[in-house]
């Protein structure tokens, strides 16, 4: 028995070496470097807006809806719960557990999320299958959530609506901190 559990598990074991073996050699060589961009987004604006987008991260996901661009929504985390819809989507697993295979499943043309997402491989792993990543810093701060609402609308092609939603969050944001 024991001889033909490790018949079986070879190809398994031999698979997994080989995966470990290519992903090491293409991070070696890969141009990649860090998950986190020095800018607000790891990708220029100027390519066209995809139609096929997941989102790794509740926040953008929300942001996504309020923009009302819901119908390029093929995927979210496990983080995304709201709006109720969100929750009802295909999920992809927790924003830093991630899986390249779960994600390139649903043939994304673009992810969005955060430099908390991850691991770093799978996102190497999803650039190296040219998946647009778009991802924005997280600085626990207001400005944040006015990035990933230019993000989004950037992403979408809907910055008209973005920049009425970021106006609205600014006058919330000044009456909020009016009170306080």
Same mark, same amino acid.
């Given at each position: 028995?024991?001889?033909?559990?490790?018949?079986?598990?070879?190809?398994?074991?031999n698979r997994r070496n080989s995966?470990? %073996?290519?992903?090491? !050699? #293409? &991070?070696?060589?890969?141009?990649? $470097?860090?998950?986190?961009?020095? =800018? @607000?987004?790891?990708?220029?604006?100027?390519?066209?807006?995809?139609?096929?987008?997941?989102?790794?991260?509740?926040?953008?996901?929300?942001?996504?809806?309020?923009?009302?661009?819901?119908?390029?929504?093929?995927g979210t985390d496990t983080t995304? %719960?709201?709006?109720? !819809? #969100? &929750?009802?989507?295909?999920?992809? $697993?927790?924003?830093?557990?991630? =899986? @390249?295979?779960?994600?390139?499943?649903?043939?994304?043309?673009?992810?969005?999320?955060?430099?908390?997402?991850?691991?770093?491989?799978?996102?190497?792993?999803?650039?190296?299958?040219?998946?647009?990543?778009?991802?924005?810093?997280?600085?626990?701060?207001?400005?944040?959530?006015?990035?990933?609402?230019?993000?989004v609308g950037t992403v979408t092609?809907?910055? @008209?609506?973005?920049?009425?939603?970021?106006?609205?969050?600014?006058?919330?944001?000044?009456?909020?901190?009016?009170?306080?």
């Open positions: 028995m024991t001889t033909h559990m490790n018949h079986r598990m070879n190809p398994r074991m995966l470990r %073996t290519l992903m090491s !050699a #293409a &991070a070696l060589g890969s141009t990649w $470097g860090t998950c986190a961009p020095s =800018s @607000a987004w790891a990708q220029p604006s100027s390519t066209p807006s995809p139609g096929r987008i997941v989102s790794v991260h509740g926040s953008l996901t929300e942001v996504v809806y309020l923009l009302d661009a819901q119908d390029q929504l093929v995304s %719960t709201h709006p109720q !819809a #969100a &929750a009802h989507t295909p999920k992809v $697993g927790y924003l830093r557990q991630l =899986s @390249a295979e779960g994600l390139l499943a649903l043939r994304p043309q673009a992810v969005l999320g955060t430099d908390e997402a991850g691991p770093p491989i799978v996102l190497q792993q999803l650039a190296q299958a040219g998946v647009p990543l778009r991802l924005v810093q997280v600085h626990h701060r207001f400005q944040d959530v006015l990035d990933k609402v230019q993000l092609q809907r910055t @008209a609506a973005a920049q009425a939603l970021s106006a609205q969050l600014q006058t919330q944001w000044a009456a909020t901190r009016r009170r306080v």
